[in-house]
């Protein structure tokens, strides 16, 4: 009877319209199970044993993707307490710790930020040191480059919203960099020469770091541009790179061999 | 339709689409620039010049509007309170006669002088002015004087005291 079930759910328009293939039963079944799959084509259809050694890869960039859903399911639970608000932010990070079950989860996320930046880096020197930038890798390698600076940038915008002392301060200095952006920061090289009628474009109140900060200092309208960057914008273009980044790795021959 | 109409068919349709991209990208830019700001204004007036007796380190503005009210060899001036080496606030200790950043250490005199620490450069002391309807004065933090400028001896950087 058993059986007979399970024919009758496998010979169902339902099932056949999810699994295409069935069974994969040899390579070429096993192929179109990979190719007719949206999360397994990003994957290589073969890897070879010996890239997979993990004397040889590390695991690092499994590791950085793994630690990106620690980071999204945490932050997404951390979102149903914390409100990015001059009046709340800090309070409602104390209360994450001190009220809420599990006070582990914004450590959690924390550690986890601090492992992703660490397992990027290791990932990055360990494809440098196999030569695995060269040809026909170089264009991955560059994708790698913009998620290491979105790693960072996570990182700088989620450092802000605990809104302590620590929080505004570190994010006080690291902003001021953006003062120095050539023509568009205020104190930047060349925004003098921005004029229109004498007066000049580029200010305090309109330059780089005025728009990343969504004002002259940091304060409430900081808080939620970097609540929105950190929660929503970044990881957006983070998500879409990383599919390119694995979808690539496919394209260009797999992991690459051992020299 | 000839090649000619067809091409500068094609040129007007991707000319008015560069167009109403550029306006779009323009547009989603200026958003992000807001119009009000809810800071303390960068003007305001602290009082008379007599509220301010010689020697002494007027700190009760520093919490709101970031600067200290010094007055000092016979000059009444406004210094920034923001550390010329990375931003940080500094705290003007009464003990020990000096600003200090807690940040990484930097030290100023009372004239905003650095002697100690990593800043390479003096406090900013902001523009400072007598009103003439009230005889207060006005702070405005929107200009800046900088003593590596040869600034501070410019007359709208302070304010003889009498």
Known sequence: MIGNLSKSVTKSQVWKSIFRVGIP?????????????????????????SGIR???????????????????????????????????????????????????????????????????????????????YKPPREFNWNVGVILLVLTLLL?????????????????????????ATPLLGNEGPGAALVKLGGQRLIHAGSDARFALIGGRTIGGATLIRFYVLHCVGIPLVAAFLIAVHFWRVRKDGGISGPM | MTRRGFFSWAAVAWVGFTLAIGGCVSAMTRFMFPNVLFEPPTSFKVGRPEDFPPGVVDTRFVDKFGVWIVHDQGRIYALIAICTHLGCPPAWLETQ??????????????????????????????????????????????????????????????????
């Open chain 1, 155 to 179: 990182s700088f915008t989620g450092y802000l919203l605990p809104w302590d002392q620590l929080a505004i301060w570190a994010i006080t200095v690291g902003s001021n960099m953006a003062r």
């Open chain 2, 97 to 162: 006669n000096k600003f200090k950043c807690p940040c990484h250490g930097s030290g100023y005199y009372k004239s905003g002088v650095n002697f100690e620490g990593p800043t390479p450069r003096p406090l900013e002391r902001a523009k400072i002015s007598i009103s003439p309807d009230d005889g207060q004065i006005i702070v405005d933090k929107s200009q800046k004087f900088q003593w590596e400028l040869g600034q501070w001896e410019d007359p709208n950087a302070f304010i003889a005291a009498a």
């Open chain 1, 25 to 49: 039963t040899d390579n070429r079944k096993r192929a179109l199970a990979m190719l007719g799959n949206v999360v397994l084509h990003l994957h290589p259809i073969k890897v070879k044993k």
């Open chain 1, 54 to 132: 993990m004397s040889y890869t590390w695991c690092m960039g499994g590791t950085a993707f793994f630690l990106f859903l620690v980071e999204t399911i945490t932050g997404l639970l951390l979102m149903f307490y914390y409100r990015p608000t001059v009046e709340y932010a800090f309070a409602d990070i104390v209360d994450l710790r001190e009220a809420v079950a599990f006070g582990i989860m914004r450590e959690l996320h924390r550690w986890g930020a601090h492992a992703m930046v660490i397992a990027v880096w290791l990932h990055m020197f360990r494809v440098f040191m196999t030569g695995s």
